[in-house]
């Protein structure tokens, strides 16, 4: 893949995400897709992938504005750094309670890009800011 056919399925990926359209946004990851949680897990494979946008979709109303990405010259990594505006709908396990809290928080995800679909993406954020912003 060249770079700017990495820079192309990134941008397809958070389009994907905005539209909350998650057929499309799972059809870009590789099967084996490695998932680095922010200050959590690794989860491996497409079906959890899916199994997290089914809880973050409960949880949380997101959109991202400010999206800035790019990729190594080869294509084979990606980076990405964007603005969150939220809403955090309903409590997600182990986070305070929600009653639809509104915050703002930049964040940054890292790609690894494999056979023109993504094989791992590590999202990172501010998790103190966020809760302060919910009041937790």
């Known amino acids: 893949m060249s770079q700017a056919d990495s820079l192309e399925l990134i941008a397809r990926y958070y389009t994907a995400f905005n539209r909350g359209d998650w057929?499309?946004?799972?059809?870009?990851?590789?099967?084996?897709?490695?998932?680095?949680?922010?200050?959590?897990?690794?989860?491996?494979?497409?079906?959890a992938f899916r199994i997290f946008l089914a809880r973050m979709n409960r949880c949380y109303r997101e959109q991202l504005a400010?999206?800035?990405?790019?990729?190594?010259?080869d294509g084979s990594h990606a980076a990405a750094e964007y603005v969150v505006n939220g809403e955090y709908l309903v409590a997600d396990e182990g986070l305070p309670p929600a009653h639809g809290q509104r915050y703002v928080l930049p964040g940054g995800a890292f790609f690894d890009v494999r056979s023109g679909r993504v094989a791992r993406v590590s999202n990172y954020y501010n998790l103190q800011d966020w809760l302060q912003q919910v009041g937790g």
Do not use: P
Not at 23 to 47: K, M, P, Y
Not at 66 to 73: G, L, T
């Open 23 to 47: 057929e499309t946004l799972l059809a870009l990851l590789h099967e084996d897709v490695a998932h680095d949680l922010n200050q959590g897990v690794r989860e491996i494979g497409r079906e």
């Open 66 to 73: 400010d999206i800035r990405v790019i990729a190594s010259a």
